[in-house]
């Protein structure tokens, strides 16, 4: 059998070739030619690729235990490749992480360049003399030296590969970071098929009030964004709301952009067992993810304390959960004598949180005090999926409302006390009355989520 062939495939000539960033002996680790003209992918031998649409996926991480970012990311290169298109992902998470019927190349750092030694001597000023150099090295380039070797180290790769000739090339990254965005700017020769996704404002100064503020080398920031939505031939949003909100800046991504959603994705917690604190018979209220400064939780804590009082018998079966990094610090004094709130206090994994969410009888989306909201978290998909009602606390306007609808019962702003306390009961009654039957029950979501509305999507691109 030639090296690095499938079994089922040894009949044909392989041509194995190396990718920058990977190893012999792996056999997702190349990409393989052979006589048939099979794209090798171990979900699909029985398919002749040539009749799919390629897409090159440029990420920043596939670690789903990273971020909620690299969680939504990893759903879309999910999805896209259960809709039928050939997908190859190269990331930058530098480690070998595995998606399964998926190649995925993992990319390695450039660590002999001057850009690298710039860095490394950056930081050790930073650390060992105590010298900051970060904010006047960034008011004159804009971004740190770490910043770009890592988009010449991504740049290096992608001009390494052979035999892919992709139909799109999708940027995908997380928080404040838009490393493979700054990598297509240096391929001209991709932008005709380049999808910049745009998952949250940028700079931080577009953001909306009140986590705006002024980052060093902001000019040159808002440049670098301006640049994608020009040069990129499209650009997608996780939200409506966010592309007119970024719009607002840079008027070509009005022109340029579509709306891909967060995606509703199959995930196994088989084995994964429940927490001494979670009972899944219970009336749960589950809020998971870091509270973030603005995202105050005190009024869901008051809320909640006053709900117990009105309905003693309720604290025998009633829990609010927090899960997440942050959270201890905000709750403060709220939480301190009551104990049917529990707070985490280390991390959860992904798969149990997730596991939690598909089981309380509400999830929680907590967003801050502010005139609009208009990202679409990224726990949103789980909260569908699990099919249980929604508690929203968030602006009048925001897309979470505008998806589940400005008539929706369960909604407050984060300080109403009044509202909060209101829902929470109007909750519990409708639990208690029938909790097998206690629902969100909205399946145009779930389809809005999901691969089929994901396919018509690209689909549209591609016809462009």
């Not at 040069?231 to 997608?236: E, G, I, L, M, P």
């Not at 969410?357 to 005139?371: C, D, G, P, T």
Request: hydrophobic letters at 40%; aromatic letters at 10%.
């Amino acid at each position: 059998m030639a090296v690095g062939c499938h079994p089922e495939q040894e009949h044909g000539k392989c041509h194995p070739e190396l990718v920058e960033g990977l190893s012999k002996g792996d056999s997702l680790s190349f990409i393989y030619t052979i006589e048939t003209n099979f794209y090798l992918y171990p979900n699909r031998k029985s398919l002749n690729l040539q009749t799919l649409k390629k897409i090159l996926i440029v990420v920043e991480s596939i670690d789903v235990e990273d971020s909620s970012g690299s969680k939504a990311n990893v759903a879309l290169i999910q999805n896209l490749n259960k809709a039928g298109f050939e997908v190859l992902v190269y990331h930058y998470t530098r480690k070998e992480v595995k998606l399964p019927g998926i190649v995925c190349v993992s990319i390695k750092e450039n660590r002999r360049s001057p850009l690298f030694f710039l860095s490394r001597l950056e930081r050790n000023s930073r650390d060992h003399l105590k010298l900051d150099m970060h904010k006047p090295l960034q008011n004159i380039f804009g971004f740190s030296f770490t910043l770009f070797n890592d988009r010449n180290s991504i740049v290096a790769a992608l001009r390494k590969i052979e035999g892919f000739n992709p139909d799109l090339v999708l940027t995908l990254s997380k928080g404040g970071s838009f490393r493979p965005h700054h990598a297509l700017l240096k391929m001209p020769e991709l932008h005709k098929k380049w999808i910049a996704y745009m998952h949250d404002p940028y700079p931080m100064h577009h953001y909306p009030k009140p986590f705006t503020y002024t980052e060093p080398g902001s000019v040159k920031k808002e440049n670098f964004i301006r640049e994608i939505s020009k040069k990129a031939t499209f650009s997608a949003f996780p939200s409506k709301l966010l592309q007119e909100w970024m719009g607002n800046f840079y008027p070509d991504f009005l022109r340029s952009g579509f709306v891909i959603p967060h995606q509703i994705i199959e995930i196994s917690t088989e084995g994964i067992e429940f927490p001494i604190y979670f009972d899944p018979k219970s009336f749960n209220l589950l809020h998971a993810g870091n509270l973030l400064g603005a995202r105050n939780p005190k009024g869901l804590a008051k809320a909640f304390s006053n709900f117990l009082i009105k309905f003693p018998e309720a604290k025998h079966h009633s829990k609010l959960i927090f899960l997440g990094g942050n959270n201890k610090r905000l709750l403060n004094m709220e939480t301190k004598n009551i104990e049917n709130i529990y707070v985490s206090e280390e991390y959860v994994s992904f798969e149990q949180v997730f596991k939690m969410q598909q089981h309380a009888a509400v999830n929680i989306i907590l967003e801050a005090k502010a005139e609009i909201s208009p990202f679409l978290p990224g726990k949103f998909p789980h909260c569908v999926q699990a099919d249980k009602p929604i508690l929203l606390l968030g602006p009048p306007k925001g897309e979470a409302r505008r998806l589940l609808g400005e008539n929706y019962k369960f909604w407050a702003e984060i300080d109403d006390l009044d509202g909060i306390t209101k829902s929470i009961e109007n909750l519990y009654l409708q639990w208690c009355k029938s909790p097998q039957d206690f629902r969100l029950n909205r399946p145009e979501l779930s389809k809005y989520l999901t691969v089929s509305n994901l396919k018509t999507i690209i689909e549209k691109i591609l016809s462009n």
